[in-house]
């Protein structure tokens, strides 16, 4: 699976957007780019996932370059419960295990 | 259950023991992972079982690791001969597996194995 570069952390004031970048410059055509987080003392939860499209849920929207060599999750009113580590990865969709490497951690500030 | 769930959270125990660590998938998810996360750093993946298939036990760090799936289902993740370096959360995740796209994994909320 293809490496993800994340700033180590980011803050973000409370009700502005928080914009997460990723870069993932060695991506493969099949691979997708998955966003998870993970609040301190609970396992990782499932965000939003996209392939080259830019993709909206309840939760996020991803941004995903036409190069699919970055991209950007943004929590459109940041919140203090989004204060998590956010976890980019790309893999494939029969890909087994998740690489999560150290992600971004944001802090969302009162 | 409405998701996956660990048991026992939280487990101290002395050097040399050995542990069983237990995880209930979301009833139906055919692919259940193991994972470890040491204090401050990022996830390790330990085992994959998937359905019926010889699970993956490539991240497994040694031989004192293992792990069982019955039934297709509870997994039980065994620690022989504990080190202090064992000392980590052990997180479980399972998920769907049927010719969907995609396949996010759901996470349990962990079992903080503490060793003396």
């Known amino acids: 699976d293809a490496k993800t570069t994340q700033p180590p952390s980011m803050d973000c004031a409370e009700g502005r957007a928080a914009n997460l970048p990723c870069n993932h410059s060695?991506?493969?055509?099949?691979?997708?780019v998955y966003w998870y987080r993970q609040i301190h003392s609970q396992g990782p939860q499932y965000i939003i996932h996209g392939l080259k499209n830019n993709e909206t849920n309840e939760m996020a929207s991803l941004i995903i370059t036409e190069d699919r060599k970055s991209s950007t999750l943004i929590l459109p009113h940041a919140t203090l419960r989004d204060t998590a580590v956010y976890y980019c990865i790309v893999r494939v969709v029969s890909g087994q295990n998740f690489v999560f490497g150290p992600g971004t951690r944001l802090s969302v500030l009162p | 259950g409405a998701g996956v769930s660990q048991s026992p959270s939280n487990k101290v125990t002395e050097k040399g023991k050995d542990v069983e660590l237990r995880c209930d998938p979301i009833?139906?998810?055919?692919?259940l992972y193991w994972y470890r996360q040491s204090l401050g750093q990022g996830l390790e993946f330990l085992i994959y079982?998937?359905?019926?298939?010889?699970?993956?036990k490539s991240g497994l760090p040694s031989d004192r690791f293992s792990a069982e799936r019955t039934g297709g289902s509870v997994s039980t993740l065994t620690i022989q001969r504990t080190q202090q370096e064992d000392s980590a959360v052990y997180l479980c995740?399972?998920?769907?597996?049927?010719?969907?796209?995609?396949?996010?994994?759901?996470f349990g909320p962990g079992t903080r194995l503490t060793v003396l």
């Open positions: 079982f998937q359905g019926n298939s010889a699970p993956d």
């Open positions: 009833s139906g998810h055919t692919a």
């Open positions: 060695t991506i493969s055509g099949n691979e997708y």
């Open positions: 995740a399972s998920s769907l597996m049927s010719g969907r796209v995609y396949n996010e994994q759901f």
